[in-house]
């Protein structure tokens, strides 16, 4: 049970008693008896900065990087533990290390810190439930004490300082002698603010084995783990007392072999350790991570053994839900990559990257990212919880910060806000998880900030026209320094900030018939077919052309249904036209390229999709694995074909945004969706595309009522198809068919209960599992 009023608090935040000098970890304990059996005992632990905490020498949970990033100023998580087993009849001792973290560190773009606050704070309460039915409450106050130890520095972006030789063994068990630690600090910080863990936790999860040591043209002693990858690095050394070893971290390699961190920016990403000497020790940082494929090591007595050293990835403990795998490697590649981004960028916010001065919650990244991430992992309290950041720091007429929490602003808009597929986030997403997991509690807990960004949206257009503000656009597009031919794809900002204004109110239409709200239905109704008509009357010709005449112009009002139904044939066409005429190529930035493929299948033109997603050479999503990635990068040519690098200033080898490819490759490839009217996989669709010269696609997902799976071959001139249906759910199967193809199921014909839709034959069914097989 969380502690459900203020008044259930009866600790206090304590903090360090003396100046910080250097800001090494502030280390707190307290020393105590218990004199009669426990029957039950709750930590209930919070901190203004990054939290680990001891009793009697144990660690208390797994968890790491807690209490979490929140929008501090208005929320800040606590974490409750069950201690029972590591207390004890008699003296016991509890204790907890702090680090700056989010909250004071080094933190935002570039070198800000202190965006929360300049103190760091711990609040730590343990109830405690003896066997008799009496209670009584251990919690920090002013009989608590306080020191520092081994870590001596400890930033995000900056890395970790251990010095083995200040460490303080056993502080926090009963028999430590704190005579020499001074008195706590006691503060008035509220408490009203803070709130129990919402979402999973981030924990250690896959470690990785050195795979070789890389003799560089520097001469530096490198080692390559093979996977960039987030977390940090443990290893074993023995040496003298005073031995300095030096780690740092690399996503890649230059094209001379030498160790490349120019792409880091401001972020030291090092990580120094201090031996005290004798035995063989063992080292990892503390209150920091690190994104790398690569590490340097400097000053490592004797010989570097790859047997001493693992990387260990940390990342928000979300339950795998998907695979998807094809008889294509660099497509498996792909979804591995994709994956990967995943993994290494929810780090209990969905961070756009996390290697260098930035790691940030970019709205838009998180949008366009959000349906694929539902496919991958079980992200519903991930994004419940940051949706309600989202909402709390939405400025006041409407807009979104382009990050959450707002680490720019810290809840002073000075403008940075508001950019069409950014602030979307505050619709799409919550929409996106009412699709995935049927949740309408979502929708209502968002509603007022979903409309609130559709007023400020409307507050700023003329006539219905939303051509004002600064916008982000189509970040990244495909582009020329010398562009003189005028091949760079550019798409009008406005445009697209039309689209997204039309896709918004169209969300936020939907999300007020769920919520049973007629009368924004009908007004929004309204608002929508002036806004479309207002972008065709901007944009778009008597004939069809859009004033943008660019991939990502027409996949947007395709997919948007901007349109007119009598346009949407030939605008197709100008789509697949586009795509051919840079050579089966795509040109879509950040908000064109999550739409392209299923813009492009939905109006028949799949198969310039699959050549799309096959396409190998720059820019598309194999050339990154054709050139070694193991994650999705930022930019489609962040190495050049030549081995060159591109622009440090802004190129992050993991970035998930491009990723969201994987959500056509699962609804579209495999066929796996959810029924508009029956969300959450009550209602199942599948319907799978045949293309790309795949013979097999197996793809299984793991909805709220059980594992759905549709893994289809192509084999000796037949189509065969492989359905699983969980229990208490009904599906719509789709079986691609030519002409009249029979269709059959268990060897048995469907004919009679199948029925002919655009090459398909459908086919009802209940739960189960299912074999069709149809004649190419």
Known sequence: MGLLTESDWKAQWIGPGTEEAGRPSPMFRKGFATGKKI????????????YEAHINGQRVGTDYLTPGYTSYNKRIQYQA????????????????????????????????????GKDIALLMQINITYADGSTEVIGTDNTWKTSTGEVRYAEIYMGSTIDARMEQKGWATAGFDDAKWTAVSVQNYPKNVLIATANETVKKKEGFKALKILATPKGEKVIDFGQNLVGWVKFKVSGKAGDKIVISHAEVMDKAGNFYTDNLRDAKCINTFILKGGAQETFEPKFTWQGFRFIRIEGYPGDIKLEDFEAIAIYSDMPVTGTFATSNPMINQLQHNIEWGQRGNFIDIPTDCPQ????????????????????????HTFFDKWMKDLALDQYKDGSVPHVIPDAFDNGKPSGGGGS?????????????????????????????????????????????????????????????????????????????????????????VNTAKVLGNTQDV????????????????????????????????????????????????????????????????????????????????????????????????????????????????????????DGTLEVPSMNSYNHYAYGAIGDWMYRTVAGIDTKADQVGYKGITIKPTI???????DANYETPYGKVTSSWKV??????????IPPNTTATVYVPTKGAGAVTEGGKPVTKSGEQVEGYTAVNVGSGNYHFSTSM
């Not at 949008?367 to 992200?379: C, D």
């Not at 778009?540 to 005449?549: C, E, F, H, P, Y």
């Not at 820019?619 to 999705?632: C, F, V």
């Open 39 to 50: 029957k039950s005992a709750t930590a209930y632990i919070t901190a203004h900065g990054i």
């Open 81 to 116: 533990y069950d201690v029972t087993n590591l207390l004890k009849s008699g003296a016991n001792a509890v204790g907890a290390s702090l680090g700056s973290g989010w909250y004071r560190g080094i933190y935002g773009i570039g070198t800000r810190k202190e965006i929360y």
């Open 356 to 379: 260098r001065d930035e790691r940030l919650g970019w709205t838009g990244d998180a949008q366009v990212f959000s349906r694929t991430a539902t496919y991958n992992m079980n992200v």
């Open 420 to 508: 069409a597929g950014w602030s979307d986030a505050a619709t799409i997403i919550p929409w996106n998880m009412y699709l995935a997991y049927g949740d309408k509690d979502i929708l209502a807990a968002q509603y007022p900030s979903m409309k609130a960004w559709v007023e400020c949206m409307k507050g700023r257009s003329r006539n219905n026209l939303w051509n004002t503000g600064s916008h982000f656009g189509d970040w990244l597009f495909f582009t020329r320094n010398d562009d003189n031919d005028g091949t760079a794809a550019i798409t009008s900002k406005y445009l697209i900030a039309q689209c997204f204004y039309a896709y918004s109110t169209q969300i936020l």
């Open 522 to 641: 009908a007004t929004y109704t309204k608002l929508l077919a002036e806004v479309k008509q207002a972008f065709n009357n901007e944009y778009v010709t008597a004939n069809g052309l859009i004033s943008s005449d660019t991939q990502t112009a027409y996949t947007l009002a395709l997919q948007f249904d901007m349109l007119p139904e009598n346009l949407r044939p030939q605008a197709a066409k100008r789509l697949a036209d586009n795509v051919r005429r840079y050579g089966n190529h795509l040109t879509t930035g950040f908000l064109g390229t999550p739409y392209l493929a299923n813009a492009l299948s939905r109006f028949g033109y799949a198969d310039v999709a699959f050549k799309l997603l096959l396409q190998d050479s720059y820019p598309s999503w194999l050339y990154p694995i054709k050139m070694g990635a193991t994650t999705i990068w930022e930019r489609w040519n962040g190495i050049h074909p």
């Open 691 to 697: 293309g790309g010269n795949f013979t097999k696609v």
């Open 715 to 724: 084999e000796g001139g037949n189509f065969v198809l492989d359905v699983v």
